[in-house]
């Protein structure tokens, strides 16, 4: 049987872009050509044409791909949820050369920053201890899991609600006048 490949690959990347969220046109067109390489590379699992449709087949490869891609995704917004952003983002030290004041305004940024994040995160009582370990220095997801007795999972997720409060707060304190 002679495919239609022009056809399928259009189909299959209109499907990745859906699977995708529709972020973006061009990864969903890769997800697709992958999952068509995939198709005819033996290392992979072979298509059985009596148990499902080649297209079928296809966006089974695609869904794979796309999990990968919002796994890939989670990891990297974890990735920069790390104690140096976050500590950058708060702390705004003053250089080496500065003076005294410079110094106490950057202490009092820091105060207020702090202050303001645990008003905002006052309702959730995860991120509120998450606050305070981080203040305390315990800044590794595991230990914060560890010391919380709560699943590494929830831990992430709150430290994502911490990032964004921060986020917040920092951009409200620098554009103040």
């Known amino acids: 049987?002679?495919?239609?490949?022009?056809?399928i690959s259009a189909k299959l990347t209109n499907y990745a872009h859906k699977r995708t969220g529709r972020r973006s046109i061009d990864r969903a067109q890769e997800i697709a050509q992958e999952a068509i390489a995939r198709h005819f590379d033996g290392s992979y699992a072979a298509w059985d044409p009596n148990k499902e449709s080649l297209f079928l087949h296809l966006t089974s490869i695609v869904n794979s791909l796309a999990y990968g891609d919002r796994v890939k995704s989670s990891t990297n917004h974890e990735k920069r949820v790390t104690t140096a952003s976050?500590?950058?983002?708060?702390?705004?030290?003053a250089s080496p050369d500065a003076t005294a004041e410079d110094d106490l305004v950057a202490r009092d940024f820091h105060s207020r920053a702090w202050t303001d994040v645990r008003a905002r995160a006052a309702n959730d009582a995860?991120?509120?201890k998450?606050?305070?370990?981080w203040q305390d220095g315990v800044d590794a997801p595991a230990e914060q899991a560890a010391a919380l007795g709560v699943p590494i999972a929830e831990v992430r997720n709150a430290r994502r609600r911490l990032f964004t409060h921060v986020?917040?707060?920092?951009r409200a304190l620098t554009e103040a006048p």
């Open 1 to 7: 049987m002679s495919e239609d490949w022009g056809l």
């Open 86 to 93: 976050m500590a950058r983002a708060v702390e705004r030290t």
């Open 126 to 128: 995860l991120v509120t």
């Open 130 to 133: 998450l606050t305070d370990l």
């Open 167 to 170: 986020e917040t707060v920092v």
